[in-house]
């Protein structure tokens, strides 16, 4: 993490939005310090994407200040757009151009000299790993490629901020591990990146900081670390070989302990604080039902048991992405 005594990079007080009845953000504080990633983590309908929006100038606040580097998006917003790039959480992104005509015309407007563009282009298709799609229609790229493209292009004009609002939202396993890459990238080059998301393994990864944010608040702030270290107790984990097997081993579990079942990664997660017997009858019922324990282990608390002591709920029951029609998260009432 690359952090120093300077002016944050970004710094957020007291912001506040309310639309109709609904109080979106009610008194949001957070500093970004420059270099730093820091990820707003939530559920859907926390306030995540109403935040980045202020950031970027697209909504006013009801009350509170936001600066970039200094500079008040409020008082200056023509300047503090200058400070920042921003990718929504879904690609935006010409679909009837090629990827090569996209980055190009995002240089024409940015006011890049022509032989800068030339460069620009070639060095951001080499970067994103688009060189062989260069002078194909987007019309025609998978999701993945769409969003390596749209991250492309807000860095045409090399900004010092980026905002990432759910950049992995729709995408494929491989897919969302090559964008984290290219975010790690972008971090250790020197952008200061603000990252909303929902998914627990998206914060952990990537994040120097993590500040949890639940109906509009942040409720607490801290490394990953930090944060799960305000959680006691461990996780016996139980791994099979199959979703079908996890499927079945969870059904077994369900109503007598405590677990969480990950479909991902083919566990069955059960606090350590459940009696032997009960660990031992767990066994004996998947034994029975013919599924195989590939491995088990004991695993430490996760960002997931963290929103949960906070707010009392997991944020993975809310990843069914809620959107308006133009794409954009709906911020509601969670």
Same mark, same amino acid.
């Given at each position: 993490?690359?952090?120093n005594?300077?002016q ?6 007291g912001l ?11 008194g ?9 990633i820091?990820?707003?983590?939530g ?5 995540k ?23 008040d ?6 300047e503090?757009?200058?400070?920042f ?5 879904y690609a ?6 090629t990827?090569a ?9 940015n ?27 987007v019309?025609?790229?998978s ?18 901020v980026?905002f ?6 729709g995408?494929?396993?491989?897919s969302r ?14 952008t200061?990146?603000l ?10 990864r990537l ?22 270290a305000?959680?006691?107790g ?10 079908? @097997?996890?499927?079945e ?5 369900a109503g007598g302990w405590?677990?969480e ?5 083919l566990t ?7 009696a ?11 034994a ?5 324990v590939?491995?088990?282990?004991i ?9 949960l ?8 029951a ?6 308006? @029609? ?8 969670a």
């Open positions: 993490m690359k952090t005594q300077q944050p990079a970004i710094e957020v007080t506040r939005k309310t639309y109709g009845k609904h109080a979106v953000l009610d949001v504080d957070f500093r970004v310090a420059r270099g730093e820091y990820a707003l983590l559920p859907n309908g926390a306030g994407t109403t935040t980045v929006n202020i950031l970027s100038t697209l909504v006013r606040p009801d009350a509170g200040t936001a600066t970039i580097a200094g500079v998006v409020l008082a200056r917003p023509a503090a757009r200058r400070m790039a921003l990718t929504g959480q935006s992104v010409d679909g009837f151009q990827g005509e996209n980055l190009a015309m995002m240089a024409v407007l006011h890049l000299p022509a032989s800068e563009r030339r460069l620009r282009v070639a060095r951001l298709l080499e970067a994103f790993d688009l060189v062989d799609a260069a002078d194909k229609k019309s025609g790229y999701g993945g490629m769409r969003r390596r493209l749209d991250l492309a292009i807000s860095l045409v004009a090399t900004p010092p980026l990432l609002d759910e950049p992995t939202t995408l494929d396993p491989r591990a090559q964008l984290w890459s290219l975010v790690e990238e972008l971090a250790a080059a020197g200061t990146i990252l909303t998301t929902q998914y627990l393994d998206e914060a952990e994040a120097d900081r993590v500040g949890v944010i639940d109906e509009g608040v942040v409720v607490a702030t801290g490394t990953p670390d930090e944060l799960k305000q959680v006691s461990d996780h016996i984990v139980f791994s099979f070989g199959t979703r079908e @097997d996890v499927a081993a969870g059904r077994l579990a405590d677990v079942v990950d479909d991902d990664d069955v997660r059960m606090p350590t604080t459940d032997v017997e009960d660990i031992r009858a767990y066994l004996a019922r998947t029975a039902a013919g599924i195989q590939t491995d088990i282990g695993a430490g608390p996760t960002l997931d048991d963290v929103f002591r906070l707010t009392g709920r997991a944020t993975s809310s990843r069914a992405a809620d959107v308006t @029609d133009n794409g954009n998260e709906k911020e509601k009432a």
